[in-house]
């Protein structure tokens, strides 16, 4: 990782030499390294294949949601995505936004309740600004190419009866979504994408699966953290029950999203997700809950 970190600060000094990289922070999520200079921007390198598209992807949902007025504060596209030869990787420039991780990813008090419903609303309220220039709905994990990639390249990893859920999984999920009223989707809608400031939201960051989508979308990443029962309060019982059917595949789309990256084991990694929920009855919700 010490090679990789080097590698960026010496891309990122060539492109924005005005900035402290050397003192910057390296942060690494699934799919992509996020180097933050102190008192500047964060630099985003894309992980494994089809980067390009991807960081254009993510780029210019960014641009879409700056231009729609979002009436949140999220970070902004100063310059990229370009191609750094070292350490081989697309990178974007983006502002830091204000605000601090919370150190208690599970706990659903009533304030932080208040707080994510007041922030889907304001994503809810900006779905017509947004029109037709976000990506499609799980674009980050094959858009509607997702359900062939599960058949062909997922399912025969999994033992054959996981694999038949899996199958399933997917199909009722589309079912149902398509009754769903397209709105405004964050589309990765969890405590770990939102910082805060003196208990309020200062920031949401991370919009790479942001499209217009069923808002039940946005419950299913809670509904990980704090269980069905906890945030009921955000949404109609159908969209909780149509949450719960989103979180069963969560592990199938970051599965597919490897796959198509060239991720190997992050794909096994979740795709062994997928089968251990399975196998506790937790597919659905953490506390084994089950949509009727």
């Not at 390198?45 to 949601?65: D, F, P, Q």
């Not at 946005?218 to 989103?246: K, N, W, Y």
């Not at 969560?250 to 089968?275: K, S």
Request: proline share 8%.
């Amino acid at each position: 990782m010490q090679d990789v970190r080097e590698a960026l600060v010496d891309a990122a000094l060539t492109r924005w030499p005005e900035y402290r990289w050397r003192e910057s922070d390296l942060h690494r999520g699934a799919f992509h390294l996020v180097l933050t200079a102190p008192g500047g921007p964060s630099l985003r390198a894309t992980l494994g294949r089809c980067g390009r598209e991807r960081s254009r992807r993510e780029a210019n949902t960014l641009l879409t949601l700056e231009s729609a007025r979002l009436a949140l504060t999220i970070p902004r596209v100063l310059d990229g995505p370009h191609w750094a030869e070292s350490p081989r990787t697309w990178i974007t420039s983006l502002t830091t936004v204000p605000g601090s991780p919370t150190d208690d990813l599970t706990t659903c008090s009533v304030p932080r309740l208040s707080a994510y419903a007041e922030t889907l609303n304001t994503l809810r309220a900006a779905s017509s600004t947004c029109g037709n220039s976000l990506p499609p709905v799980r674009a980050w994990c094959g858009g509607d190419q997702w359900p062939d990639i599960v058949q062909r390249d997922l399912i025969p990893r999994l033992e054959a009866p996981v694999g038949a859920v899996a199958a399933e999984r997917v199909e009722s999920l589309l079912e149902t979504e398509s009754h769903a009223v397209p709105m405004l989707c964050h589309g990765d809608f969890g405590p770990h994408n939102i910082l805060w400031s003196e208990g309020k939201v200062a920031s949401v960051i991370d919009f790479d699966h942001a499209c217009i989508g069923d808002p039940a979308l946005d419950i299913a990443p809670l509904i990980s953290f704090h269980g069905a029962s906890s945030v009921t309060s955000l949404g109609s019982p159908e969209e909780i029950q149509r949450a719960m059917l989103h979180r069963a595949t969560l592990p199938l789309q970051v599965a597919a999203a490897a796959h198509l990256a060239g991720l190997g084991q992050l794909r096994d990694h979740a795709l062994a997700n997928f089968a251990r929920r399975l196998a506790e009855r937790t597919l659905f919700d953490p506390a084994g809950k089950t949509p009727s």
